[in-house]
């Protein structure tokens, strides 16, 4: 016997809730033809032009090396263009090309329909509740690194 048994474990629901939204999300991007993080990087892309590949990695909570992977091949499809920035010539700028973001926005269609499934699951107050009490976690766990 653990010292902890599973279902009272917050982490387990909290991983259950992550795969199924990333299994509803994953299914309805196909139609876009993205994944899950190539979709995340181009819906900061088209609120942040211009970003760096780190940056960008931060922001989809994906590693450097996985955000370089997911740029090659939205840039081997014709929907990035990375540029040399104009101070920092070893620096990246990325943007959405015209068909990047023709795809970005198909694609949030399909996604904002999945949040909004979600979020229709809770009154009001239990989505603020919710978002509140998901920041808590991240905070305690931010703080264990």
């Not at 010292?3 to 994953?26: C, D, N, T, W, Y």
């Not at 997911?70 to 929907?79: C, M, Q, S």
Request: hydrophobic share 40%.
């Amino acid at each position: 016997m653990t010292s902890m048994p599973p279902e009272e474990r917050i982490g387990s629901h909290v991983k259950r809730a992550e795969q199924a939204l990333l299994a509803a999300k994953s299914a309805a991007l196909k139609p876009a033809a993205v994944t899950v993080p190539q979709y995340a990087a181009l819906l900061w892309l088209a609120e942040k032009p211009g970003i760096s590949a780190a940056a960008l990695s931060r922001l989809c909570g994906v590693t450097p090396p996985t955000m370089n992977t997911v740029l090659k091949n939205l840039h081997e499809r014709g929907l990035i263009e990375r540029t040399p920035h104009e101070w920092h010539r070893n620096v990246l700028e990325t943007r959405l090309t015209p068909q990047g973001r023709a795809v970005m926005e198909q694609a949030d269609d399909s996604a904002v329909r999945v949040e909004r499934a979600l979020a229709a699951a809770f009154s009001e107050e239990e989505r603020e509740r919710l978002i509140e009490l998901l920041g808590r976690c991240s905070d305690v766990l931010d703080t264990l690194k």
